[in-house]
């Protein structure tokens, strides 16, 4: 049955191999999981710093959370720092980049390679954050045979073969928003079981398919929020 949500359902299991100490089997709360991506962020930083140990202040200010929201949040992963000392950069890098499912690589497909499909797939950082981007597809014939980011980019007639030939098992979908459901149900009959999509309307996906949507004008949307209470202007 066709679900549709924004958010995964699910939570992630700690047990992919590598999983230390008391993480275990245990669930980790799909909130807990939205965080852990701010948390290593802040980690890569100080290990690129030279930095050994952190504590939980230092770490919680710099992915803005509270202290005590990110010692419950590692306590999911059975990491509790040591009193006097704080946490192992490494060591806590390699526990989130686990639960994340960070230490295989997943293989990325995107979808409209326009604006932001172009910028995605020029966007180096995924490489080093554990994404390949091993396919291109956009339905504009002026764009297909052309190379953006190292990858030709393929007609619509070949997603199919561009996700499976590729054992892709994400796709991106930034495509207009009209569209946007035709290429998510072509993706997942083709194989792909996560799909993060840029396009500004609801997607239905399957149960077995977990779907992230981006959607910056919301997140502004929030910040006029946050700024009307604070000012107390446009009320
Ligand atoms: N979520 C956000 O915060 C955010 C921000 C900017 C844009 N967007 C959205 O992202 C999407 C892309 O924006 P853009 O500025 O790159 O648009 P764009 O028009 O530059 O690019 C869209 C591309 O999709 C291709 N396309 C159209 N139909 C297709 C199909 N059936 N299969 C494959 N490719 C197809 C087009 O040829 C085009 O190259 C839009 O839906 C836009 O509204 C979202």
Known sequence: MDTQRGVPRTH??????????????????????????????????LTADGVVTTSSEELAAGA???????????????????????????????????????????????????????????????????????????????????????????????????????DATIGIIATPAAVAQDVCDELVAAGVVGILTFAPRALRVPAHVDLRAVDVASELQILAFHDRRRTGTGA
């Open 64 to 166: 803005g959370v509270t202290s005590a929201q990110l010692r419950k949040d590692l306590s999911f992963l059975g990491s509790y720092g040591r009193r006097g000392v704080g946490y192992d950069v490494l060591h806590l890098s390699e526990q989130i980049s686990v639960v994340l499912g960070l230490t295989t690589q997943r293989r990325v497909v995107i979808v409209g390679i326009g604006n932001l499909g172009h910028a995605l797939a020029s966007y180096s950082v995924f490489a080093e954050r554990g994404f390949a981007v091993v396919g291109l597809v956009d339905a504009d014939p002026a764009l297909v045979g052309t190379t953006v980011g190292g990858l030709m980019v393929q007609p619509p007639a070949s997603l199919h073969d561009v996700v499976s030939g590729a």
């Open 12 to 45: 992630a299991r700690a047990t992919e191999p590598g999983a230390t100490g008391r993480a275990g089997a245990r669930d980790v709360p799909t909130a807990t999981v939205a965080r852990l991506p701010g948390y290593l962020r802040v980690l890569n930083g």
